[in-house]
Each structure stands twice: as C-alpha cells, then as structure tokens.
C-alpha cells in the first residue's frame, strides 16, 4: 500500500466567501432602499456565509 498515491482533497470554502457577498449585494439591490442598506446586506451575506461554512459545510467532510 506504500506504493499508492496519496489522495488529494482540495477545500473550496473560499468560494463562498464572494458568493455570499455577492448575493447580499444583489439582495440589497433588489429592496433598493440606500446605499447604505446595500453595503449592509452585503455584509449580513457574509457573516450568514461565515456561519455557514463553520456550522455546516464542516459537517458535511465528515460525511
């Protein structure tokens, strides 16, 4: 078994990173309020994707 290549897992968390913004910014284009709600809803798109790759996205490389 020594002779087989070592399986390589690659983590791809840091592409939900710009994906989560960019959804609270599209969000906060949607509702149109301000700019300021806008940046908001960006930032609440990141902290909801933060949260989702520490709680649930781990769980799911046990799997």
Not at 33 to 40: K, P, R
């Amino acid at each position: 078994m020594t002779h087989h290549p070592k399986t390589k897992t690659e983590n791809y968390n840091n592409i939900y990173y710009p994906v989560g913004l960019l959804t609270g910014l599209f969000v906060g284009v949607i509702a149109g309020v301000s700019l300021v709600w806008i940046l908001v809803s960006g930032i609440i798109g990141l902290l909801f994707t933060a949260f989702f790759v520490q709680v649930l996205a781990k769980s799911s490389e046990k799997a």
